[in-house]
């Protein structure tokens, strides 16, 4: 293991990595740009995430990727239910499928902005398309799921069949 050598400020400094790295004092911005590093990385994991998933599978915001927006799975009695907040989309701009034990979400978002003033002319697009698929669960009755959008909020309610609710019972615990 190298030791660390002193020197002056000007000097690299020999570290046991065995590679030389400029003083602290020499790097005043370092601290900065990881701060802008992690908030960039945050931002990415933003609204748009993930293209795909499991409905059982939960991702970190590392591993989303932008292109799919976030979405809440959760688990009741008789259905599973998938909200998806879709800002600023109309429900002509989504489309759902089901196929080969998938459920995909596909929207487009189209945005124009005009504006004129005295002195200048601004017009703006923006457009944007994602698509996020998931595994749907054994014993999801494909054939009932239906999905609901009211304010910029699509649910989908994935219906299960008879046999896959579980008929809850209780068990005795016995002293050994």
Known sequence: MAELQTTSPAQPVQTG???SDTPAI?????NLRREVDRL???????FWRMPTG???????????????????????DKDYQVTVELPGLEQKDLELKVSNDFLTIKGEKREEKKETKKGYYLSERSYGAFQRSFTL??????????????NGVLTVTLPKKPEAIQAERKIDV???
Do not use: H, M, Y
């Open 26 to 30: 020499w790097r005043p911005f370092e």
């Open 137 to 150: 669960p054994t014993g999801v009755d494909a054939d009932r799921i239906e999905a609901d959008f009211k």
């Open 17 to 19: 990595t065995g590679r």
């Open 174 to 176: 016995k002293a050994s």
């Open 54 to 76: 499991s409905l059982f599978e939960g991702t970190s915001l590392r591993k989303r990727g932008a292109g799919a927006p976030a979405a809440d799975v959760v688990e009741r």
């Open 40 to 46: 960039f990385e945050d931002f990415d994991g933003g």
